[in-house]
């Protein structure tokens, strides 16, 4: 069953506003990573996180990999109608290989 | 350019044939992936595979089976034993260098009825 809580599911904000969704879990991760998809196409890689506490940007995009090793989180800043879409975080679960876990996503929606 | 390809993008199919969904790449990648996506849900594996002629079952293999005669093709097919075979297929691959930044294609949508 899936193991990564993501929240929250879905948000409507206006244009310029700051975004925030987090992704969280019983179960340590190794790696986290974040995913954006447009309907009817696939994930695209946003952001990578290898090590616990990493903060790092992507634009106007933060991501970080939580200190416990079992939550990550994703803030966008002053939201853009283009942010539109599911945003996904994966993990990489600590003795699973190189496979990942997906959350369930987030979907956002802009108002401009 | 360099990427992934799945074709085609749409693909309708009466129930009780087999289809198989195609999933190509010319990022040098060594592992590839499939992934099968329903409404408001995220992304559960099927099949896996990290070399060529080597693959190995996801989380819900049932239905499903796969070939990777080559390093640039891993095909997926939907049998007819496959309950619910209506769905968003996508297709991903990651490099040894970095095992779990996976990339994915454009998805092919399957319709069965």
């Known amino acids: 069953g899936q193991q990564l809580n993501q929240s929250p599911q879905s948000m409507f904000i206006q244009e310029g506003e700051d975004v925030s969704m987090n992704c969280t879990s019983s179960?340590?991760?190794?790696?986290w990573l974040w995913y954006k998809q447009d309907p009817g196409e696939g994930p695209v890689l946003l952001i990578a996180?290898?090590?616990?506490?990493e903060l790092t940007s992507n634009g106007r995009l933060t991501a970080q990999f939580g200190i416990t090793r079992k939550d990550s989180f994703l803030n966008i800043s002053a939201s853009i109608p283009s942010d539109v879409g599911i945003y996904f975080c994966?993990?990489?679960?600590?003795?699973?290989?190189?496979?990942?876990?997906f959350g369930g996503g987030t979907r956002l929606m802009v108002k401009p | 350019d360099g990427g992934i390809t799945q074709s085609p993008k749409y693909l309708f199919r009466k129930e009780g044939q087999n289809v198989t969904l195609s999933c190509e790449q010319n990022?040098?990648?060594?592992?590839m992936y499939w992934y099968r996506q329903d409404p408001g849900q995220g992304l559960r594996l099927i099949y896996y595979?990290?070399?060529?002629?080597?693959?190995q079952k996801g989380d819900i293999a049932e239905g499903y089976s796969v070939s990777r005669e080559k390093k640039e093709s891993f095909p997926l097919t939907v049998t007819s034993a496959q309950k619910n075979p209506t769905a968003f297929y996508l297709c991903?691959?990651?490099?040894?260098?970095?095992?779990?930044?996976?990339?994915f294609g454009p998805g092919t949508r399957l319709t069965v009825t």
């Open positions: 991903a691959s990651s490099s040894t260098l970095d095992l779990y930044e996976q990339y």
């Open positions: 179960s340590i991760f190794n790696t």
């Open positions: 996180l290898y090590k616990a506490g």
């Open positions: 994966a993990g990489q679960l600590e003795n699973a290989g190189n496979m990942l876990t």
């Open positions: 990022l040098n990648h060594d592992a």
């Open positions: 595979s990290q070399i060529v002629n080597d693959f």
